[in-house]
């Protein structure tokens, strides 16, 4: 877990740049407006229940270990991955383990966004009725309350990787289905919704 976005090259864009305009590289992020790694951001926001996302650029997921990236990913309590677009193999990882991808739709970006760090997030759409593909919408809150709306593309392809992400994943979807518990039982925040 301590290794999963700790790759030096990373660039976290919400960290304040050095003198020179440049991101510290590696797994750092900020919590409560302070530097800190990514790992001790997410067990703190696992100690409270908080869902975090990430927001990502182009081609999430390339170069990544497999199965092992998603499943980090899940293990840090991450729950949806937004980003430009995903290595195809890492999107269907990441529902796999229960992470819901989504696309950004046109010009929008984690540029675009401004975002710093001290904003609150919805996914509007996310429900019992959810769909390969669907439009869904991420709602914004600033820390000084202003408030926008961005469509995002849910990046679900297909009816099967629906019923994953409901049941939490692959492993929980063929121990549900070995058991005879009905599909999509899950106390994901997200689905709740």
């Known amino acids: 877990m301590r290794g999963t976005f700790a790759n030096v090259r990373l660039r976290n864009l919400i960290l304040p740049a050095d ?13 409560d407006g302070q530097q800190t790694t990514v790992f001790a951001a997410a067990m703190h926001h696992l100690e409270r229940g908080t869902p975090t996302l990430i927001f990502a650029g182009e081609e999430y997921g390339t170069g ?15 729950r949806a991955v937004i980003a430009r677009s995903y290595e195809r193999i890492h999107r269907a ?15 929008d970006s984690v540029t675009s966004l401004g975002l ?10 996310i429900g019992p009725s959810l769909l390969p593909m669907q439009a869904l919408t991420l709602v914004i809150e600033r820390a000084n309350g202003e408030r926008s709306e961005h469509p995002l593309l849910c990046r679900i392809d297909t009816a099967i990787e629906v019923s994953y992400y409901r049941s939490g994943g692959i492993l929980p979807y063929v121990l549900g ?10 106390t994901d925040p997200l689905l709740q919704a």
């Open 116 to 125: 710093r760090g001290d904003e609150t997030f919805d996914i509007l759409g």
């Open 93 to 107: 990882n990441l529902v796999g383990m229960g992470v819901l991808p989504l696309q950004f739709v046109a010009d």
């Open 19 to 31: 003198a020179e305009g440049r991101q510290p590289q590696g797994g750092y992020t900020l919590l």
């Open 177 to 186: 289905e070995l058991l005879g518990a009905p599909a999509g039982n899950t």
């Open 64 to 78: 990544s270990s497999r199965d092992w990236a998603a499943k980090g990913t899940r293990l840090l309590g991450v």
